[in-house]
């Protein structure tokens, strides 16, 4: 596998924030919805990671009382339903709360299947980061199709990244490219807009590498918005040389011009 390749693979998922999740608990005892929708507004990319963090705390509770008293694990999931909820309506993001709903619906042989899926996962990421490239493709294929089962969309936007990986690796642009693609559009749903730039960078390597000169123009076009939204400007710069390097190609010269001219704008 390439440096490059390995990089995408090993880069940190966003995590969770203390502060946010002070807030978010200290709203959700107000029943104040309209400050929890101006949270997420302010932080969207952390809205999922919060409301995860409770529906974790609430599984590792799950595994320790075995039928024991059960009154925090509701808590948990009380408050997370609550959050993913008015994340769905105030982010217009409805995995959010499908994904939250399943993962509180899960049956005990279902809270196994999701170890297994990680599990699963993690094996093919080390194959991946050995060269076992055909190895760590198809177990990622598997963790992608077990988190889909399962309802768990972040999960299985992190399988089809590694999927993605895999078959770059493997010089299966076809596939790599479909794969980058399933990716972006379960991260773009869940709001995690750092991990759909990741994917789109991947897709842009992809289009490079094999001459899809028009779509690698139109995909570039979509992640310099989707950086400048996130007020990326390095990065919105660097997908507009790159859509000028399309443009390049395809004969565009005015148009490269321009998108030239706009990136050393924003790197000002």
């Not at 390749?5 to 090993?10: K, T």
């Not at 101006?38 to 990671?49: Q, R, S, V, Y």
């Not at 399943?102 to 080390?126: C, P």
Request: net charge negative.
């Amino acid at each position: 596998m390439t440096p490059l390749l390995l990089a995408l693979l090993l880069l940190l998922h966003p995590g969770q924030d203390a502060a946010v999740s002070t807030r978010f608990r200290a709203l959700f005892e107000k029943n104040d919805r309209d400050g929890c929708a101006a949270l997420w507004h302010e932080k969207p990319a952390l809205a999922l990671a919060t409301i995860e963090e409770e529906l974790d705390l609430a599984s590792g509770l799950r595994a320790k009382v075995k039928g024991g008293d059960t009154t925090e694990i509701v808590a948990h999931e009380r408050r997370a339903s609550w959050g993913a909820v008015i994340a769905r309506d105030a982010l217009d993001a409805p995995l959010i709360a499908d994904l939250a709903a399943a993962r509180i619906g899960w049956t005990d042989r279902e809270r196994g299947f999701s170890n297994d899926q990680h599990a699963i996962h993690e094996r093919a990421k080390g194959f991946l980061e050995k060269g076992e490239n055909r190895q760590g493709l198809e177990a990622a294929q598997e963790a992608a199709a077990r988190a889909l089962e399962l309802g768990d969309w972040h999960a299985a936007a992190i399988a089809y990244e590694t999927w993605a990986t895999g078959e770059q690796a493997l010089s299966s642009f076809d596939d790599a490219l479909v794969a980058w693609n399933q990716a972006r559009v379960l991260y773009r749903e869940l709001r995690l807009a750092d991990r759909e730039i990741v994917c789109l960078r991947g897709a842009l390597d992809v289009c490079f590498a094999s001459e899809r000169t028009s779509r690698g123009r139109e995909i570039a076009s979509q992640a310099a918005v989707t950086a400048k939204a996130m007020g990326d400007r390095k990065s919105a710069a660097e997908f507009l040389g790159r859509r000028a390097g399309f443009e390049e190609k395809l004969g565009l010269t005015v148009e490269a011009a321009a998108s030239r001219k706009e990136a050393k704008d924003l790197e000002k």
